[in-house]
Antibody, heavy 119, light 110 residues
């Protein structure tokens, strides 16, 4: 049974970098059928897919257009985890952030991390 | 901004049947197949069905999904109090190369 354990700070200052990590148990981040996603949810934007990282003989990243210039994903095979870095955050990035995984869908979700961008 | 369109709210009586809809286009609902997610307040979304009508293990047969043209539907039979939740549809959009979501439907069980 795949489980995702999220960690990261709940408060980030404007213009700084938001960093979250999702630790995988019950699967491998190098699984060549799964994709590892980040999704956020806010009252104003609803559920918003931020992107995914996946391994198919090499690593691929797909990013949502809305955050493409500010986002980086880092899969870490040694720790079996993947992380999100969102640069130059503003209050509009305040949301609950989820990691989610699956093969062709998102069937496993982390519990979510509430991130507030405020000085 | 939601890529798929869902009605904001639906209310149905206990033990009745609710049908929730999700409208998209040929690049997402038709091409990608629709997944349905249930979310209770304060909890992460939970996958109910994927690629139109495949249920993950452990999901009740009371939940069934279908698609007609650009509109996908989730039918919930024998409504129970615990079915009161927000329901979201999602699909892979081949033109955007991105997952898109609906704005969600709040289901109230009367």
């Amino acid at each position: 049974q795949v489980q995702l354990q999220q960690s990261g700070p709940g408060l980030v200052k404007p213009s700084q970098t938001l960093s979250l990590t999702c630790v995988i148990s019950g699967d491998s981040v190098s699984n060549n059928r799964a994709a590892w996603n980040w999704v956020r949810q806010s009252p104003s934007r609803g559920l918003e897919w931020l992107g995914r990282t996946y391994y198919r003989s090499k690593w691929y990243n797909d990013y949502a257009v809305s955050v493409k210039s500010r986002i980086i994903f880092n899969p870490d095979t040694s720790k079996n985890q993947f992380s999100l870095q969102l640069n130059s955050v503003t209050p509009a990035d305040t949301a609950v952030y989820y990691c989610a995984s699956g093969a062709g869908t998102m069937d496993v979700w982390g519990k979510g991390t509430t991130v507030t961008v405020s000085s | 901004q939601a890529g798929l369109t869902q009605p904001p709210s639906v209310s149905k009586a206990l033990r009745q049947t609710a049908t929730l809809t999700c409208t998209g286009n040929s690049n997402n609902v038709v091409d990608g197949g629709v997944a349905w997610l249930q979310q209770h307040q304060g909890h992460p979304p939970k996958l109910l069905s994927y690629r139109n009508n495949n249920r993950p293990s452990g999901i009740s047969e009371r939940f069934s999904a279908s698609r007609s043209g650009n509109t996908a539907s989730l039918t919930i039979t024998g409504l129970q109090p615990e079915d009161e939740a927000d329901y979201y549809c999602s699909a892979w959009d081949s033109s955007l190369s991105a997952w898109v979501f609906g704005g969600g439907t709040k289901l109230t069980v009367l």
